[in-house]
């Protein structure tokens, strides 16, 4: 059974696979650059996924993902697209938000939850082809609410009836 990755080193998977889609490798300034950390926590990371095997990394040279290492950033990076896919398409977030909260996600999410996402999103996807506009409904409903209701009312009432109404200033 595969190891169990921290988000960090997930986060750093998924941008030597990124990297290595557009140039085949990464290099240290690359990643730092990518995840926006010192090149001496990019060494150290990089130290920890080559010690599991992910990566092969020497020091001063091209970094590339191993073959396990690749099929485990590739899955990471699935999760992210279909998790912002759904922000950004269904819950119509902006890209740049649907993205950083996708790679909050991406690690939390199970494959059970996973699997349930990319088959809601075909299922909109096979809506919109048959000019059904359900969805195009709920984004109006977000920004403008109902003739009688905003939508801020009716999460309350929803959070009322599910008996978690004092928990609604979390949300």
């Not at 140039?23 to 650059?33: G, K, M, N, Q, T």
């Not at 990566?55 to 590739?74: D, F, I």
Request: hydrophobic share 40%.
């Amino acid at each position: 059974m595969a190891q169990q990755l921290s988000a960090t080193l997930e986060d750093y998977l998924e941008a030597i696979f990124r990297l290595e889609q557009e140039r085949h490798f990464a290099r240290v300034r690359d990643i730092s650059a990518a995840l926006d950390v010192a090149k001496s926590a990019v060494t150290t990371a990089l130290q920890s996924l080559s010690e599991k095997g992910l990566v092969n990394y020497e020091p001063y040279e091209p970094v590339t993902l191993s073959a396990e290492g690749r099929e485990r950033a590739g899955r990471i990076a699935l999760r992210h697209r279909v998790i912002q896919d759904f922000l950004r398409d269904v819950l119509a977030l902006a890209a740049e938000r649907a993205d950083s909260i996708a790679c909050g996600m991406e690690h939390a999410i199970d494959r059970d939850a996973l699997d349930r996402f990319v088959c809601f999103l075909a299922f909109v996807g096979r809506r919109r082809e048959k000019g059904q506009s359900w969805l195009e409904e709920f984004r109006r409903f977000i920004r403008e609410g109902t003739d009688e209701k905003t939508c801020e009312q009716c999460m309350q009432e929803y959070l009322e009836s599910a008996g978690i109404a004092d928990q609604a200033e979390a949300v």
